[in-house]
């Protein structure tokens, strides 16, 4: 499934100008990455990596649930730890959008101490060598961690990007969701290209 038939399964209701600027954008994605040819969309200029997973990001607050006894935050901040690949385009998909009635905000931070407030956390492949340190700052704390290092979920992460045939998609550590108290909706993990249980190591199927 590509990101761009993941926005529509995911049933957004928006606004009709922003609503207008995601499917032109979706229309991009579809053609790039899911090898999809048609007169309109094969004229949009094809997106970038991060672009797609900028997007991805946004769409994960969207379907995961974070427990309601959380202290109330006037922001939903998704937040990157280490070198920062995207650049403008998480800063650009999150411009104007809200969740839960509260503006959505891309922070920078440096350790898995600053982590605290962020609601999504992507640790860059920069921090590969202290993966484990970071995930331990972060373990108690309701907080999505997502990578595209090799091994991420493995290794305790929650979400890893994946290529599969020049296709951004995700797996899914359900164990390490679970023990954050954090609930991932049917829809998310039926995109999902496995969801596994850490702890047998099985990967269930939804």
């Known amino acids: 499934m590509t990101p761009a038939f993941t926005f529509v399964a995911f049933g957004f209701s928006r606004p009709a100008a922003a609503l207008r600027r995601r499917l032109a954008l979706f229309a991009a994605l579809l053609a790039a990455w899911g090898g999809v ?103 108690k704390t309701a907080v999505l961690t997502v990578s595209d290092m090799p091994g991420f979920t493995s290794n305790g992460g929650m979400i890893q990007f994946v290529l599969r045939d020049n296709k951004v998609r995700f797996e899914v550590n359900l164990t390490a969701t679970d023990k954050a108290g954090l609930t991932l909706s049917s829809q998310l993990l039926k995109v999902a290209t496995d969801v596994r249980k850490e702890s047998s190591g099985e990967t269930v199927k939804p």
């Open 37 to 139: 040819c048609h007169s309109a969309a094969a004229q949009q200029p094809k997106p970038e990596e991060y672009q797609v997973k900028a997007v991805y990001l946004y769409n994960f607050g969207r379907f995961v649930e974070w427990p309601a006894n959380l202290p109330p935050q006037e922001t939903f901040d998704i937040c990157v730890m280490g070198r920062d690949p995207f650049g403008s385009f998480l800063d650009a998909t999150l411009a104007g959008e809200s969740i839960n009635s509260r503006k959505l905000a891309a922070k920078r931070i440096g350790s898995g101490r600053d982590a605290a407030n962020c609601k999504i956390l992507f640790i860059s492949a920069s921090e590969n060598g202290r993966i484990k340190d970071i995930l331990a700052a972060v373990e």
